[in-house]
């Protein structure tokens, strides 16, 4: 009798778990798990979201034209290069679909976002981790791992969950290592979170030939995580292909008008980011002072790692904060077993974090 089956790879997947919302028995909570925006959406986001609601019954725009638009304008990008998905995740997965299958190998750093290797499998490809350097990406681990089977290599930069960032310089130089089959796909979610002048989202690569993408999302700085929403900037022959291979209508209304909105309001923008910028080395600090280890950061996170053994591991810490209400996210996922990720939150939140980890550290 046969049996229904899967496609190779997809039983090797572990399904993603995200970070925690909830704490049972617990409320209020601080939750710091997704790198969410500490100040939430734009109040102009939120108008625009509410207005669409009269509208629900109608399909959205499929090619989500005002939207490409508003992005183009906004980053001086060609919109029609410009495709939009429901969160960044979709076009990173539809990129694995498009250019990657059975026997090829999808190359990623041993630390990067743990959809790389789950988008891999679930196209029958081989996911290669490449060895990192100070939990940075290491453009020549990267390129020793390519192979004759290389066919995506996916960068986060910054990267989740350590935080750390490739330089614009490195960065051109993995491009110019990678052969013109390869498609170097560069994830910038936290790209608005960077303030140093040696990094780049990686715009200039992505003009510079046919096999480079970039990929953003409107999750993190613009805390729009509840309606789904991102978008890569392509060569014109990648554009034209995900736009064949995309769900229609897969951006819905109200992420549209969220979106135009959001882009729009540079004021919040500024103002989200001035807040990172301040409480992100605030909380380092204060971090290190009690004596854990905090790996610099460029995004809106520290990956702070604690003593493998004793009273003062990194689950123990996990179940203290939990017990207090404050929800990190543990990366032992990411093969980090003796850290925990907290984003940078509001104030008092930070506030309370750090004193949270003060108290547990010196307690027995």
């Not at 710091?32 to 509410?50: D, H, Q, R």
């Not at 979610?189 to 002048?197: I, K, L, Q």
């Not at 999302?217 to 929403?229: C, E």
Request: net charge negative; glycine share 10%.
């Amino acid at each position: 009798m046969a049996v229904l089956t899967t496609r190779p790879g997809i039983m090797d997947m572990a399904p993603y778990v995200p970070g925690a919302s909830k704490i049972e028995g617990v409320d209020p909570i601080i939750k710091l798990s997704s790198n969410e925006g500490a100040l939430g959406p734009s109040p102009m986001a939120v108008e625009a979201y509410k207005e669409i609601s009269g509208d629900l019954h109608r399909y959205p725009d499929g090619a989500s034209v005002e939207l490409r638009a508003a992005i183009g304008a906004r980053h001086g990008l060609d919109s029609d290069r410009i495709v939009c998905g429901a969160g960044s995740d979709e076009v990173l997965g539809l990129l694995a679909k498009a250019y990657a299958g059975p026997g090829d190998e999808v190359l990623f750093g041993e630390h990067a976002f743990i959809m790389y290797p789950l988008f891999a499998l679930a196209v029958g490809a081989v996911p290669v981790k490449a060895p990192e350097t100070d939990f940075t990406l290491s453009v020549d681990g990267l390129l020793d791992k390519v192979t004759d089977k290389t066919r995506i290599v996916y960068v986060a930069n910054p990267n989740n969950p350590t935080g750390t960032m490739v330089t614009q310089h490195e960065m051109k130089r993995l491009r110019r290592g990678l052969r013109e089959d390869i498609l170097l796909v560069i994830d910038a979610a936290y790209a608005e979170y960077v303030t140093r002048n040696d990094y780049s989202p990686g715009i200039e690569l992505v003009d510079a030939g046919e096999n480079v993408v970039m990929t953003r999302t409107f999750s993190k700085i613009y805390a729009l995580g509840g309606v789904r929403l991102g978008w890569a900037y392509c060569p014109a022959v990648i554009a034209d292909v995900l736009n064949r291979i995309r769900p229609p209508f897969n951006v819905t209304s109200a992420a549209q008008a969220a979106g135009i909105a959001a882009v729009n309001d540079i004021e919040f923008l500024t103002r989200s980011r001035d807040h990172n910028t301040a409480w992100l080395p605030w909380l380092s600090e204060r971090l290190e002072e009690i004596g854990l280890e905090v790996v610099p950061s460029a995004g809106n996170f520290v990956l702070v790692r604690f003593p493998t053994e004793g009273p003062h591991t990194a689950d123990a810490a996990m179940a203290s904060l939990t017990a207090r209400g404050i929800i990190p996210r543990g990366t032992a996922s990411a093969g980090i077993s003796d850290g925990i990720r907290i984003t940078v939150g509001l104030e008092d939140e930070m506030r309370l974090t750090a004193d949270a980890l003060s108290e547990f550290m010196v307690g027995t």
